[in-house]
């Protein structure tokens, strides 16, 4: 069964930076995309940024230009670095892997900015 470990989140200021990785136990190249969600309180899971196997990434209007996400088949990662970060971005960060529509997802990380 694939399995997808996050690195730990964090506590940063505002305009601050965090990189998020996601160790994927398979080649992450096996995978249609990849990506990270995110969910705050009270709020629905979104999308935050994804990746797909031709390197096609899409990311939400609210973190464009501040997230990048890059996936990486040595060590099989997935990387979301994240830039200028304000206190809405304070979420639990989960990172997904999807394979014709079955998605496998990680434990979450929480992230949190001080403002």
Known sequence: QVQLVESEGGLVQA???????????ENIFN????????????????????INVGDRT??????????FIARDMAPNTVALQMLNLKAEDT???YCYCNRLGSFVWGQGTQVTVSS
């Open 15 to 25: 305009g601050g930076s965090l990189r998020l990785t996601c160790t994927v136990s």
């Open 58 to 67: 899409n990311y939400a209007d609210s973190v464009k230009g501040r997230f």
């Open 31 to 50: 995978f249609n995309d990849a990506g990270w969600y995110r969910q705050a309180p009270g709020k629905q899971r979104e999308l935050v940024a994804s």
């Open 91 to 93: 979420a639990v960060y």
